[in-house]
């Protein structure tokens, strides 16, 4: 079985060209944790990830630190909201470079490059770079759960 059967075909994208403050209202209406780009072809071209976001309005210091629940108990941390600027950067700006599949690929190639790159959703694509669909860590592991051979239990 390959990735094309188990994926996702309705997905929430965003352009290249787009702002930050889009992709914002973007993740917080379809509540999703990445967002593909993709260029005025459709071609993917990059992955925005919630967590990009967040970051632009952490204080730095909280990368540096394990446990800094005391900083918002102090009231260093009350307001986490970036700076307009900010928020008027291009996605391209921003976006990471996308791990990505192509629709023949196998069920075990995807699990395992969401294992290596630990994430959450791998963009398929098909033979040009078009986004086809999204393929989730757990798409792809009950697609491959299905074709064990259960034993019954007891």
Do not use: Y
């Amino acid at each position: 079985m390959n990735v094309k059967a188990s994926m996702k075909k309705q997905v929430v994208t965003i352009l290249d060209t787009d702002n930050l403050g889009k992709a914002a209202k973007q993740f917080v209406q379809f509540h999703v944790g990445m967002l593909p780009v993709i260029n005025a072809e459709g071609k993917l071209v990059g992955v925005l990830q919630l967590r990009d976001l967040l970051n632009l309005a952490l204080p730095d210091f909280t990368r540096l630190m394990e446990d800094f629940d005391f900083v918002v108990s102090f009231g260093a941390a009350n307001s986490i909201q970036p700076s307009k600027e900010q928020i008027a950067k291009k996605v391209s700006d921003v976006m990471e470079p996308p791990v990505f599949v192509e629709d023949t690929c196998g069920l075990t190639r995807a699990f395992a490059l969401l294992h290596k790159h630990n994430l959450t959703d791998l963009p398929v694509v098909d033979a040009e770079n078009c986004l086809l669909g999204i393929a989730s860590r757990v798409d792809v592991g009950t697609a491959i759960l299905k074709g064990w051979e259960i034993i019954p239990s007891d």
